[in-house]
Nanobody, 124 residues
Framework: QVQLVESGGGLVQAGGSLRLSCAAS????????MGWFRQAPGKDREFVAV????????YYAPAVKGRFTISRDNDKNTVYLQMNSLKPEDTAVYYC?????????????????WGQGTQVTVSS
């Protein structure tokens, strides 16, 4: 059974920073890619970033590239999302998700396991 628990969300002013964490259960954490997605009210869930099983390869959505950094610590079964220079349009519920294998998917339907989400609100 895979469980993902996000933390680190909150309220921050525009230009500020937050670091999200996603703690995963299960001994196979280090064998799969991990992704972050977000969903704003009234909008579809969208891709934010993905990191390979060993942390060597990362991809970002154009809207966050250069501001967000995804990383992972396989010893701690945790994936992180460092978010800098936050904008009001980054306001959303942020979800981590576990990919089914070592590929680096960017679409929500390609992920099998999801956390419950953590709210990020950026005020102007």
């Amino acid at each position: 059974q895979v469980q993902l628990v996000e933390s680190g969300g909150g309220l921050v002013q525009a230009g500020g920073s937050l670091r999200l964490s996603c703690a995963a259960s299960g001994r196979t954490f280090s064998s799969t890619a991990m992704g972050w997605f977000r969903q704003a009210p009234g909008k579809d869930r969208e891709f934010v970033a993905v990191v390979s099983w060993n942390g060597d390869t990362v991809y970002y959505a154009p809207a966050v590239k250069g501001r967000f950094t995804i990383s992972r610590d396989n010893d701690k079964n945790t994936v992180y999302l460092q978010m800098n220079s936050l904008k009001p349009e980054d306001t959303a519920v942020y979800y981590c998700a576990r990919a089914p294998g070592r590929s680096l998917p960017t679409r929500p339907y390609e992920y099998h396991y999801w956390g419950q989400g953590t709210q990020v609100t950026v005020s102007s």
